[in-house]
């Protein structure tokens, strides 16, 4: 195939910095420019400028990147450009970004995706949000509690402390949610109904003694099962809110029936 290398596709910084060509697979066309798509086309670096750092400056976010070939050889990030390489980018592959498959993935989501934090949390999967968090902010706590970052935000992803993320492309909750448990295949995992959707904290159950006094007497007479936040102190039954979302549950994990703590929704 031949290298288109005009000055057109030119990303021109100082002419003494190495010339490499690109070629992006897959999602990755998403963040580029279109004259770059499903092409060969030219970028040349700052200096002796990484792998991700020129990634990078054409749009995509490091967290997006699965493997890297230079000349056909798979490198690391972190490697420097060499004038006149071939680079192919292929997007990370699905169920990537959980290097411990006996613990359950973290996230955390930002100011923006606070609808896909409560789905995620309803499918039991610890998820820290808040409508305030600043950047800074969540690359720290991702940092420092080993958690996944969730944005539409791609600059956001580009730092390098934020070590595992995912730009979510969907647009609807419903949607975002079935995208984000495909990339990281959270349907065998999942555990619907174990973390209070508002308090991001595990449910514990209720007897039917102790919830008495705090649901109204109908929800007493029709439910036995019962389970409460200790953080909010809601209690929760198994309400037609309840069904919706089971039945919302069983479709993105395919696995019908697969709860753990069986009450959810309702105030007392």
Avoid at 62 to 83: I, K
Avoid at 200 to 217: F, M, T
Wanted: net charge positive; proline share 5%.
């Amino acid at each position: 195939m031949a290298v288109a290398a005009d000055a057109a596709d030119d990303v021109t910084n100082g002419m003494a910095a190495p010339c490499v060509q690109f070629r992006f697979h897959g999602e990755l066309n998403r963040f580029i420019a279109p004259a770059r798509r499903g092409r060969w086309s030219s970028y040349r670096s700052v200096g002796t400028a990484s792998l991700k750092h020129a990634i990078e400056a054409l749009g995509v976010p490091h967290t997006e990147v699965g493997v890297v070939h230079v000349d056909g050889t798979p490198c690391q990030l972190d490697a420097r450009l060499s004038d006149g390489a071939r680079l192919d980018v292929h997007p990370v592959a699905a169920h990537a970004g959980d290097d411990d498959s006996a613990r359950l993935p973290r996230f955390i989501a930002d100011a923006h995706l606070g609808a896909l934090a409560e789905w995620l949390r309803l499918a039991g999967f610890d998820t820290l949000y808040d409508n305030f968090y600043q950047d800074d902010a969540i690359a720290e706590l991702a940092m420092r509690e080993s958690r996944i970052v969730l944005t539409r935000d791609r600059e956001l992803l580009k730092r390098r402390a934020i070590a595992r993320g995912a730009y979510v492309h969907a647009q609807r909750p419903e949607l975002q949610l079935r995208e984000v448990m495909a990339r990281f295949a959270l349907a065998q995992r999942a555990q619907p109904f174990r973390l209070c959707l508002r308090c991001n904290v595990p449910l514990r159950s209720l007897s039917v003694e102790e919830a008495g006094p705090r649901v109204p007497p109908r929800v007493r007479e029709r439910c036995t099962r019962f389970t409460t936040c200790p953080a909010c102190n809601r209690v929760f039954w198994e309400g037609s809110h309840w069904r919706r979302m089971r039945a919302l549950m069983d479709d993105v994990t395919g696995r019908p029936g697969a709860v753990v703590n069986r009450a959810d929704e309702r105030v007392a």
